[in-house]
């Protein structure tokens, strides 16, 4: 498995014309890692929560890396079926698995 660019993460200003945002990251914040370009058919707002998105994904990687460990850690030996803490952290791992290009479809969606 190929490990994701390094964070941080961040975003350029949007392009004048375009708003086109650039998403940069690694140690030097050199690597192009996503180009978010504005669609008319979604308003300015949409377009700045999914550059907010792209750029938290790191962050977002870990957090949810943490809260499995955390069940791993305290929450052995319980009926996990009943404990909200673990039900969190099987979602968590989903999408940790989706991240990690180690779950191409969820699992737990019910349309699947």
């Known amino acids: 498995m190929i490990p994701h660019t390094q964070p941080p993460w961040l975003s350029s200003e949007p392009a004048p014309n375009t708003g086109l945002v650039t998403i940069s990251g690694g140690r030097s914040g050199g690597k192009t890692i996503a180009y978010v370009n504005y669609d008319t058919l979604m308003s300015r707002e949409e377009h700045e929560a999914n550059v907010r998105l792209i750029e938290a994904a790191p962050a977002l990687l870990e957090a949810l890396q943490n809260l499995v460990s955390a069940c791993e850690q305290n929450h052995d030996g319980h009926d996990d079926s009943i404990c909200s803490v673990c039900t969190f952290g099987a979602l968590a791992e989903v999408a940790i698995g989706k ?7 969820d699992p737990l969606d019910p349309a699947q």
């Open 99 to 105: 991240a990690l290009g180690l779950v191409k479809d």
